[in-house]
C-alpha cells in the first residue's frame, strides 16, 4: 500500500509532449528540496547552461551531448524532456538499481506510464507536485501561455535519498 491507492490518475490518451520545445527549468524551490535530499548533484544528465544556473551540478550534459549515451555517476538531478521520459526514466531507475549512481531524483509529468509504475513500487518517496505553485524557466515556459510544463501536475521520484526534503514542495509519500 502506498498511501496513494485512491488519488485519481490523469487520462493516458493526452500528447506525450503538448509544447513545441520541452525545456521547462525546474523551479528553485524544487531544486532546492533535491538539493537537501541528496546533499548536492553531481550530475544532471539533461541539462544546459541556462538550467544549471538554478541546478548548479557540477557536471551536466547538454542535448548535443546526448545524456542518455554517456555515463552517469554520484548524486544524479533528472528533468529530461517529457516527449522521451520512458527512455530517461528507465535509464535513470536502472543505474540507480544497479548502483551505477549514489542517488537520484527524478522529474517528470504525473502518469499512468510504465515507468511511472515502476518508480511507484521502488523509490524512496514520491513527492506530487502542483505545478502551479512555482515559476518555471526556459524557452518552452517563456513561449507557452500555460504555467506548468503539463496539464496534470508533476512528480518527484526519490531513489537512496531523503524524502523529507521534499515537504514544502509537495504531497510527499
Do not use: H
Not at 77 to 91: I, K, Q, R, Y
Amino acid at each position: 500500500m502506498t498511501g496513494f491507492e485512491n488519488v485519481p490518475l490523469p487520462m493516458t490518451n493526452v500528447p506525450a509532449v503538448p509544447d513545441p520545445s520541452s525545456e521547462w527549468w525546474t523551479p528553485q524551490p524544487i531544486i532546492d528540496a533535491a538539493r537537501l535530499a541528496m546533499g548536492s548533484i553531481d550530475l544532471d544528465p539533461a541539462s544546459c547552461a541556462g538550467a544549471n544556473k538554478t541546478v548548479l551540478a557540477s557536471m551536466i550534459y547538454t542535448a548535443q551531448m546526448d545524456g542518455l549515451m554517456r555515463r552517469w555517476s554520484g548524486r544524479v538531478w533528472c528533468n529530461p524532456p517529457f516527449g522521451e521520459m520512458s527512455a530517461w526514466a528507465t535509464t535513470a531507475m536502472n543505474l540507480y538499481e544497479e548502483g551505477e549512481i549514489e542517488s537520484l531524483c527524478l522529474l517528470g509529468p504525473w502518469s499512468t506510464a510504465a515507468w511511472a509504475q515502476r518508480a511507484w513500487r521502488v523509490a524512496d518517496g514520491i513527492c506530487l507536485i502542483n505545478g502551479e505553485r512555482f515559476k518555471w524557466g526556459g524557452p518552452a515556459a517563456a513561449a507557452s501561455d500555460r504555467s506548468v510544463p503539463w496539464g496534470y501536475g508533476m512528480i518527484c521520484c526519490i531513489f537512496g535519498a531523503n524524502p523529507g526534503y521534499f515537504d514544502a514542495v509537495g504531497a510527499v509519500r
